[in-house]
């Protein structure tokens, strides 16, 4: 149980264009997900967290008009990267949570890659 | 930062033998929790310990956790090869001003298991 899938797991596009990545609960609600970027070799950095049917909420330094999270279901956030630019280029994971998020575990997404050229 | 520091970095081990990563944070928390990730994978729960915890075990991981000194360590006993990875440690926040659920990330430890 607690199975989250992303999609796609990798994405080549050219600078300038959007992406959209999808963060799927498979076989329970989540009532939160939060979505992450890492960097070889680096740890995980918040992005944002999203609730179910309201605004996401995003960290110092993370431009929420070039980020776009929506979360319209219980099962499903979408993280759109606006512009996309090669600084961009990161892996991309998503973590949902059944509880509002504290104080149990969060189940992580298999991440995206994400290449800009 | 909350952020917690892993240590050490990286962690070179023959199959067999004990590895054992340490985790330093700095606020009070509510429980930190160990994670493993394989190279351009998701991340993997291994266990939590709650801060009312000091020592859980999960088959061949032993967790501590000394809140005195805001430390925790991870000892996997009898490594194998297939337990190449980077681990990290993750804590939640105890004050208020965090964003509820908000996990912070280590920067992790490399684990490389020899045959």
């Known amino acids: 149980g607690a199975v989250v899938s992303q999609h796609p797991s990798w994405v080549i596009c050219k600078s300038g264009t959007s992406v959209k990545i999808e963060c799927r609960s498979l076989?329970?609600?989540?009532?939160?997900m939060f979505w992450y970027r890492q960097f070889p070799k680096q740890s995980l950095m918040l992005m944002a967290t999203?609730?179910?049917?309201?605004?996401?909420?995003?960290e110092q330094g993370v431009e929420k008009d070039k980020f776009l999270i929506n979360h319209a279901s219980l099962t499903l956030s979408t993280l759109t990267v606006t512009s996309a630019h090669p600084e961009d280029s990161s892996f991309y994971i998503c973590s949902a949570s059944t509880s509002g998020g504290a104080p149990y575990e969060q189940y992580f997404g298999p991440g995206t890659r994400l290449t800009v050229t | 930062s909350q952020q917690g520091e892993e240590d050490p970095q990286a962690l070179s081990i023959q199959e067999g033998e004990n590895a054992t990563m340490n985790c330093s944070y700095k606020?009070?928390?509510?429980?930190l929790q160990w994670y493993r990730q394989n190279s351009g994978r998701g991340l993997v729960h291994l266990i939590l310990i709650r801060s009312n915890e000091r020592e859980k075990h999960s088959g061949r991981l032993r967790v501590t956790l000394d809140t005195s000194k805001k430390s925790s360590s991870l000892l996997i006993t009898a490594s194998r090869a297939a337990d190449t990875a980077s681990y990290f440690c993750a804590t939640d926040a105890r004050d208020r001003g965090s964003t509820l659920g908000r996990l912070y990330f280590g920067r992790g430890t490399q684990l490389t298991v020899w045959p």
């Open positions: 076989d329970f609600q989540a009532t939160t």
């Open positions: 999203s609730n179910e049917g309201s605004k996401a909420t995003y």
């Open positions: 606020t009070s928390i509510n429980n």
